[in-house]
Structure formats: C-alpha cells, structure tokens
C-alpha cells in the first residue's frame, strides 16, 4: 500500500511491480486500487505476461556521471524509468525491446537484488546475452575491462555521447573530441527491417573512426551542408564470437517523436512526422544477439575516417 496523504489538488505515486527471476510462464492478472479511506475511488487491471526470453540484456546504470575531486556526481544519468538530464530517459526503448521478446534488466537494480557491489562480476558472467552502454561516462576508469566482454562471446551495445571519448576500444575511435552533425542516418547496407524510405534523425551524433577489422553501417549527413558527414554506426566480431555495435547517438532513444518533428523542421525544413527508430533499435538487438554468427550486416572493410 503507498499513502500519498492529504491530496488537495494533484498528486502520483510511482510504483514497482518487480518479477522474481522463478516467476512461472503465464498471464497473471492483478489489479491497482485508489482509494480514499475504505472508499474504492477506482481501479485499473495491471495484466503482466511472464514468457522466455529472446535475449537476455543489462543495461549499464551504474557507471554514468562524472567524477571531480574523488566525488561521483550523477549527471545527465539515464535509467531505465528516468533521467536526470531535462526528464529525458529511455522508457519507449525498454518498452518496445520488452514488447519484442528481450528482457533488459537494470544493472543497478541487478546488482541490489544480489546484494552486490561489483558490477564487472555480472557484466562478465555470461549470464546475459548482451551488455548495453547507454550514454555512460565513467568506464574511462576501467576501460582495460570492456575487451573482456568481447573476449566472453557476449554482445556488447554502446550508444555514444559526449563524455565517452577516452573510453575507445581498438575497433574504434571518435573522428573528432566533438564533432558534433545533427542529420539524418544513411545506412551503407541493409539494416534489419529498415526501408528505403524510413526516416531516422540523429541528434548531435557523433562521427567514427575504424579499425580494419570493423564494418561501417552507417553514416550521418546534414542536408544542408555538402560534405558534411561521417561514419555513426559501425559493427565488430570478436574471434570468440563477441559482437560489438557502436551508435554515435544515444539520444535517438530518448527525444519523443513530437520533439523530433519540431527539432528538425525549425533546424532543415523537414517534415518527419515519425522516426523509424524502434526498426534500428530492433535490429541493434538482433546482431549483437548471443546466437550462431550469421552475415546480418555485408559490407566492405576498410579504415575509415570520413
């Protein structure tokens, strides 16, 4: 029961509905009570379905914000129901990925349940298929660590932003400290179920550099400015099957469709009543998935730096 007292206007309560890890396959029925007193005011069904996962991803929350003077300070921290940055976070990302089979757990919450402290002891376990870095700052103090997931045969997703550039692995590197282009993602080679004619906007994204081994996906182009553009989205196998997917764009997933027309119509002219990013999301899942190596993605290797 949660009491939200005296209410004279307006007020909400957030609530957790957490799902052991034995929960049973099946629908289970429940339902939320608002109540004044013993005065039913109303109530809504909560209908969770517990099924076996496709993939199995967590996502890092622990390792984000900054560090000044040996004091962590969490800034602009994403989580998986909230951010700290303008109320941004990437709830529509967790959701649609739940939606589609793929459980994403809180590393946070993960290491909590387990009474835990140590981070790298889940993230290298093998216990998850894929491990997602969204926006995350701070594993510039243990970077030495990241090639060890790869070297473990697991999926390793990393969303770039701006607070993330000593952290490079060998596979890549940024163009530039903040070589910043807000454009459009023009992929090299079929990308999942993205068409022709979708329409992914990316914000402030930032440019690659690769090494011979990785693939370039993607690229993003400003309209407005001939030449300006570089690789953002790029892929890398490991030879013990780790795969590696790097998007130089983590705010894709966090800036609702509404915003993303107003944005790119006051910035290009452009009418983009809605962007294809659940597509991209999807298939961000499928290649860095922990299953047998497939050619998702063909195209020519190179080093690239464009």
Known sequence: MVNIGRVDSFASAALQIIIPQSARIGVYRGEVLLKNGYTILTSTEVVIEVKHPKTKMVFDDVFQGLIQNSVYYPQDAERLWGGSFQGLDVFMWWMLLSENGVDVDSLWQTLYDKGEDDPWSTLISGEYDVVVLHDAELHNY???????????????????????????????????????????????TSIGQLKSGD???????????????????????????????GVAMAAYTSN??????????????????DFTWLYFKLLFDADVASSAWGKLALAEVEYASKHPYIAYFTSAQGKIGV
């Open 240 to 257: 013990e099957g780790g795969r590696l997917l790097v998007l130089g764009d983590s705010n894709l997933y966090e800036v609702p469709d």
């Open 199 to 229: 329409v992914v906007p990316l914000y402030s994204a930032l440019t690659l550099m690769l090494d011979e081994a990785s693939i370039p996906l993607a690229a993003v182009q400003n309209p407005d400015i001939p030449g300006s553009s």
């Open 142 to 188: 243990r970077r030495s660590l990241l090639p060890s997931i790869l070297k473990n045969g697991l999926g390793l997703l990393i969303h770039l932003d701006v607070g993330f550039e000593s952290a490079s692995l060998t596979q890549f590197d940024l163009e530039a400290r903040q070589n910043l282009i807000d454009g459009f993602l023009k992929p090299f």
